[in-house]
Each structure stands twice: as structure tokens, then as C-alpha cells.
Nanobody, 119 residues
């Protein structure tokens, strides 16, 4: 199995920046897609950003309309870590952020990290 551990969440003021990290460990052989989702209180879990993966390179990226131009997803293959750089944060970005990867069609989820953006 693949285990995912998120880090980097916390309290930040509106307009500030955070970088979330998701470290993968375990039986890692061929991850096809990795991404970030978030869930705010009373709302569904929504996609934030995804990145396809092929070998040592990444493929296309996809972002939710609400974060385009502000968030960037990238990875470090040597560290088996995917990141989410979050700039120009807004109070509406407050949510629990979950890391997700897929390997051989099987999804894996982290336990989440809370990001709170104050106005």
C-alpha cells in the first residue's frame, strides 16, 4: 500500500502564502496521478489541483477555477513528494486539504491538513 502524509497547514492571513507537502511512502512503483482536494465545513470534497505522472516526468495539470493563477502543483520525484504552493490566499480557501494519489487504478488518501485563512 501507499501511505500519504500531508504537512504545511496552519493559520495564515489573507493574502499570504503556504506550501503544502505530501510525502508518499510504502509500495511505490508507478503513480499515474497525484493531486490535492479540499473540503470546507458543510461542503463536498472538491478537486483543487491534479497532475498526471509518466515515469520521471509529469504530464498535464488541472486546476479548479477558484485557484487558477494562485495555486501551483509540483513534485519532487527523488523525495516522492508532491507540493501545493498556495499564494494570495483568501478566507474561502479555508478547508481541510487532502493529498491523493492513484497507482494501478487504486486511489490513496492522506489524513488531511487544516488550512485556515483569516481576513
Amino acid at each position: 500500500q501507499v501511505q500519504l502524509v500531508e504537512s504545511g497547514g496552519g493559520l495564515v492571513q489573507a493574502g499570504g502564502s503556504l506550501r503544502l507537502s505530501c510525502a508518499a511512502s510504502g509500495s511505490i512503483f508507478s503513480i499515474s496521478v497525484m493531486g490535492w482536494y479540499r473540503q470546507a465545513p458543510g461542503k463536498q470534497r472538491d478537486l483543487v489541483a491534479t497532475m498526471t505522472s509518466g515515469g520521471s516526468t509529469s504530464g498535464s495539470t488541472n486546476y479548479a477555477d477558484s485557484v487558477k493563477g494562485r495555486f501551483t502543483i509540483f513534485r519532487d520525484n527523488l523525495k516522492n513528494t508532491v507540493y501545493l504552493q498556495k499564494n494570495s490566499l483568501k478566507p474561502e480557501d479555508t478547508a481541510v486539504y487532502y493529498c491523493n494519489v492513484a497507482q494501478y487504478g487504486v486511489p490513496y488518501w492522506g489524513k488531511g491538513t487544516l488550512v485556515t485563512v483569516s481576513s
